[in-house]
């Protein structure tokens, strides 16, 4: 069974940056799975942010272009991945999610996820 840990979360102050991290565990070539940050305003669908394949290719919701970066760092049967998020906004604000996805290409569909973090709260204040 697959496990995605996330960290990094918080409270900042609008212009501030932060960085969330996912360690992703518990299945063998893990580090090929298309790997994503997903986010979840109260009241809100949860929205697709950003996504990265093992080669590295990468694509972003139009709302972050130019301010989030996501990366990952594969070891064998792990892998790390990472959302530096700059110039935060308000609107920002909302639950990140980690997930992967047993696929060799990714998607920026919440349903084609077959895996999925706790979550961790970023707040950021205007």
């Known amino acids: 069974q697959v496990q995605l840990i996330e960290s990094g979360g918080g409270s900042v102050q609008a212009g501030d940056s932060l960085r969330l991290s996912c360690t992703a565990s518990?299945?063998?070539?893990?580090?090929?799975?298309?790997m994503a940050w997903f986010r979840q305003a109260p009241g809100k669908d949860r929205e697709f942010v950003a996504t990265i394949q093992w080669n590295r290719d990468q694509w972003y919701a139009n709302s972050v272009k130019g301010r989030f970066t996501i990366s990952r760092f594969d070891a064998k049967n792990t892998s790390t991945l990472y959302l530096q998020m700059n110039a935060l906004q308000s609107e920002d604000t909302a639950v990140y999610y980690c997930?992967?996805?047993?696929?060799?290409?990714?998607?920026?569909?919440?349903?084609?996820?077959?895996?999925w973090g706790q979550g961790t709260q970023v707040t950021v204040s205007s």
């Open positions: 997930a992967a996805r047993i696929n060799t290409h990714s998607s920026s569909d919440v349903r084609d996820y077959n895996y």
């Open positions: 518990g299945r063998t070539f893990i580090n090929t799975y298309p």
